[in-house]
């Protein structure tokens, strides 16, 4: 389900839910995003990035423009923007059905509390919680992936990061040796 006037808020609350929870039950995040704690919550840093339209992150991932619409919606906030008409995309191409459940859950979620229940809900994280006690009120921290499990575990973050490390190499390795591109679609057609 697509929803046409979702925020960066919206956004970034909805991948954190959907990474932490797809975590917990699977395994490994969705997004492999790097999370920091910023005063309104945890905060995916590339998805961030590419929000903002931050040029730098472009042009590392091969985009001249955002995929989407950005527009001003002061009516929910100082420095609030929708998000709009945004190019579509095979989903079952990139995403695996427990990826695609999770982050509808995740954004069904988010969208039906008001901005207090979702801070409340995003600042008792203990991963957000330790990493802001670490800055303070003003910029940002690296959460810890190994508290984002619902039981603190720092072996299985260290095998999710190198995994996620090792898929980036594959990735954009040229030599003859590269697993091919479709392997990664078809180890996700299945939950998980």
């Known amino acids: 389900m697509v929803h046409a006037r979702l925020t960066q808020y919206d956004i970034v609350k909805s991948l954190f839910v959907a990474d932490r929870a797809h975590l917990n039950r699977f395994g490994r995040p969705i997004t492999y995003d790097n999370y920091v704690a910023m005063k309104h919550g945890p905060v995916p840093s590339l998805a961030y990035d590419f929000l903002k339209g931050n040029g730098k992150a472009l042009s590392t991932y091969g985009l001249s423009s955002l995929p989407w619409t950005r527009a001003s919606a002061e009516y929910r906030g ?31 979620a988010i969208i039906n509390l008001s901005f207090g229940q979702v801070r409340k809900l995003t600042h008792s994280d203990p991963a957000y919680k330790e990493a802001w006690a670490a800055v303070g009120e003003g910029g940002s921290n690296p959460m810890s992936l190994g508290l984002l499990f619902d039981e603190p575990n720092f072996e299985a973050a260290k095998v999710v990061e190198f995994t996620s490390k090792q898929s980036s190499a594959r990735e954009s390795s040229d030599d003859e040796f590269a697993i091919p591109a479709d392997l990664g679609r078809r180890k996700r057609s299945r939950a998980g």
């Open 78 to 108: 100082s420095g609030c923007y929708i998000f709009t008409d945004a190019t579509t995309v095979d989903e079952e191409a990139v995403l695996s059905q427990s990826d695609m459940a999770a982050l509808d859950t995740a954004l069904h």
